[in-house]
């Protein structure tokens, strides 16, 4: 039966209870600030009062839950069940800020398809991912979730994830729908604090967090979600102009779009709805279709309907979009076929060892003097810190169904790797510990670190382990004091000072969802390597870095802040009219801290040694409908293989409106055995060099634009040139 006329004649029969029911989303007795909406679905499902659920999984319960919709049901409706699948399902990847720093969409689009392919084997048909937020400020707990600081970066592993998550058909039983959030500019809240209001302008919000979903609508993405914030005032839940005029009419998305967790209800309290009516109708005045766990719509839409603050077209107007989500992803013909599949082992090896080499190549190795890594290997390894036989902390803090116990720990990792070796391990201290007042506990710290100290002085190599645990990042783990917890740095200065003392070789690993203000650690570390959360494979990941069998390839999707007080800092900074001159008070500094971060965006080195020569613009001359060629010579200098990536900038000096010192418009990987040359090639489209006019429109102005190649977001180590635009 053609999809209209089902979803017609249904819509014909359905009552308004039923109707509202395709608009609810909600999990099995789960509660929110109010009575228990859901407790037990069952009857709400086969009362056809439930058309969707979350945060289930399992074949089992899912075609459990399924049958009552489609077998028990008047209408036999299909239920559409979601979950948080991020950065994996039950085989964690590294996190996306990690993935972001690979600056390479095949992978991106290769995790998410592995993802999906676990996902919808577990019964599931909707993953709330990618999550599209561009963040500059590391205190922000979500920056964990997201592509970093960039939107050229956020806009290509936008595309690349709704490819993977719902590969190249939506029926297929291995396919996700996929739900790009949390639209839009989350990122910037105030102070870095979690859920804070945000308000940046017109043009940060055309020029940086808008492209992201641009570019997952134009891939397919099935839905969107509204982020829980207010745009200066108005909530995004209730954003007409940018839901219904910009998201729907200007890019024609005419998917589903599904309110974050609660978030219709909570109009009440951003105080733009005086009750839950008038938050409903809100909410679906502006497009929202799915109310997720607010049971708002239930609750609210009948009187807002009598009071005519709605009306009946526009609920239909939303069932239909829910019904023919559900119809494209073969739920109605198909209701158990993500139930049945069952992976062969090989499958899932595959899966692991795709981890395993993601969270090798995504480690980002931030310092490395006198080439302490790789390590030779060891006779005997001390391996330290809090962050070294912690499983469950590998995950990151969005681990669906991702068990710890799946997870490989540091530990586990090096001794697989160095099966005649001796590895003494020592934690040291408690990720969180922080000093106190009483004696005993502090006794008790010494005696920790003093014992880690001490394997030092029996080991040939030391690998200490410390950073953040899962939970400090992530949603609602905003810290004013993005630094080292408790203390770690205390542990790091005798560990490293002891193995300075004997000559030992010594590394630190760095697990964390964000960039940490850590210059002390920095002038301390010879050997810097950050994994953020690699996901399951761990242990095996790192020890595959720290020991030579894969080199580093990740650079820092974000720039690494000297001081909190910094904060934002990203590579995209206007000049100012007073740019930074050392020798002229009266300019853009500070007076205690350089404007330059600690690490640039890009910054990531490896076990080779890049050198760029020989910038050609292949026709210098750019006009409208032109792409251009850029081209660079490489040669890698090093003694090891090495996967580089090399950038493409632009900087137009002079234009209607102050364009960023730097604005990242490619990037490329190349890799090169020690001594082997190569080129780099990276189109450039007349397009890219358009900006938003003084109206916000896009323009091409004539002109000289500066071409700028090179390692990361330093002028320093950028080969330049320059086109002619002849708009
Ligand atoms: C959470 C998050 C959102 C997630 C949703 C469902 O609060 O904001 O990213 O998809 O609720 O878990």
């Known amino acids: 039966m053609p999809a209209v006329s089902r979803i017609d004649s249904l819509i014909a029969a359905m009552t308004l209870a039923e109707k509202l029911g395709q608009l609810t989303m909600t999990a099995s007795s789960f509660t929110v600030t109010g009575p228990v909406i859901a407790g037990d679905s069952t009857e709400s499902i086969r009362s056809g009062a439930l058309g969707n659920l ?88 979500r920056t964990v979730e997201g592509p970093g600081e960039d939107s050229y970066v956020a806009s290509r ?44 302008s017109e043009r940060t919000l055309h020029e940086v967090h808008l492209p992201a979903f641009a570019a997952a609508v134009a891939a397919g993405a099935a839905a969107v979600m509204p982020a829980f914030t207010d745009l200066a005032g108005v909530p995004l839940t209730a954003h007409v102009p940018l839901l219904r005029d910009w998201l729907r009419g200007r890019l024609g998305f005419d998917g589903v779009i599904i309110s974050d967790y609660n ?53 239909d ?36 060892q795709l981890a395993r080499s993601a969270g090798a190549r995504a480690t980002l190795l931030l310092r490395n003097e006198h080439e302490v890594l790789p390590l030779a290997a060891p006779r005997r390894l001390a391996l330290l810190g809090p962050l070294a036989d912690a499983p469950g902390e590998m995950r990151g803090p969005w681990w669906a169904a991702g068990v710890a116990e799946n997870h490989v720990s540091v530990l586990a990792g090096f001794r697989a790797a160095l099966p005649g070796a001796q590895v003494l391990h020592a934690a040291g201290v408690g990720i969180e510990d922080a000093a106190t007042e009483d004696a005993a506990t502090e006794g008790t710290a010494a005696a920790g670190i003093a014992a880690a100290v001490a394997l030092v002085e029996q080991a040939d ?114 000049n100012s009219g007073r740019p930074e001159n050392p020798r002229d008070h009266f300019t853009s500094k ?74 990242l418009k490619g990037f490329a990987k190349i890799s090169l055995a020690a001594g082997q040359r190569g080129t780099v090639r990276l189109p450039l489209r007349a397009a890219d060099l358009a900006y938003l006019g003084p109206d916000l429109r896009p323009v091409l102005e004539s002109g000289t634009v500066e071409v700028l190649v090179g390692p990361c977001a330093d002028r320093s180590q950028l080969l330049a040139g320059s086109v002619e635009v002849a708009a």
């Open 263 to 315: 978030a219709i209800r909570e109009l009440i309290n951003h105080g733009v709805a005086a009750d839950l009516v008038q938050a409903a109708a809100l909410a679906l005045d502006a497009g929202v279709d799915i109310d997720m766990m607010g049971d708002a719509y239930r609750q609210g839409l009948p009187e807002a309907l009598q009071r005519g603050l709605v009306s009946m077209d526009q609920v």
């Open 157 to 200: 592993m936008a595309a690349a994830k709704v490819r993977g998550f719902q590969g190249t058909d939506l029926a297929a039983p291995d396919a996700l729908a996929a739900v790009a959030k949390h639209f839009v500019a989350y990122g910037p809240v105030t102070a870095g604090r979690e859920y804070a209001s945000v308000d940046v």
């Open 317 to 352: 107007a939303a069932v239909r979009r829910v019904l023919l989500l559900k119809e494209r992803l073969g739920l109605f013909d198909h209701p158990y076929g993500r139930c049945g599949t069952v992976e062969a082992p090989e499958a899932l090896a595959r899966r692991r």
């Open 461 to 574: 190599a030391v690998v200490l382990c410390l950073g953040e645990g899962a939970a400090m990042s992530g949603e609602a783990a905003s810290r004013a004091h993005p630094v080292l917890p408790g203390r770690q740095l205390q542990l790091a200065q005798e560990v490293l000072a002891r193995a300075r003392g004997l000559e030992r070789p010594a590394a630190v690993v760095l697990f964390c969802g964000r960039p940490l203000v850590i210059p002390e650690l920095v002038e301390l570390a010879d050997a810097l390597l950050v994994a953020w959360f690699p996901g399951c494979e761990a242990g095996n990941a790192v020890a595959d870095v720290v020991l030579g069998r894969v080199g580093p390839a990740g650079r820092t999707p974000i720039s690494w802040p000297r001081a909190v007080g910094q904060i934002p800092i990203f590579h995209g900074q206007r």
């Open 54 to 141: 979350l945060n289930m999984v399992g074949p089992e319960p899912v075609r459990q839950m399924q049958r009552l919709a489609v077998e028990d049901s008047r209408l036999k409706i299909p239920l559409l069940i979601g979950l948080d699948i991020i950065h994996g399902h039950r085989s964690l990847f590294p996190v996306p800020l990690a993935e972001a720093g690979l600056f390479d969409p095949a992978t991106w689009e290769a995790t998410a398809r592995e993802a999906a392919i676990e996902g919808a084997a577990d019964g599931l048909a909707m993953t709330f991912a990618p999550m599209c937020d561009v963040s500059r400020d590391p205190r922000w707990g």
């Open 590 to 663: 500070y007076l205690d801290v350089p404007n330059t971060p600690l690490f640039p965006f890009g910054h990531g080195l490896t076990y080779g040694r890049l050198r760029l020569s020989n910038l050609r613009l292949h026709g210098t001359v750019l006009r409208p409908g032109d792409t251009l060629e850029v081209s660079v010579d490489a040669v890698n200098e090093g003694g090891r293989a090495a996967e580089e990536t090399v950038f493409l900038f632009t900087h137009d000096p002079v234009a209607g409106v102050a364009r960023p010192l730097l604005e």
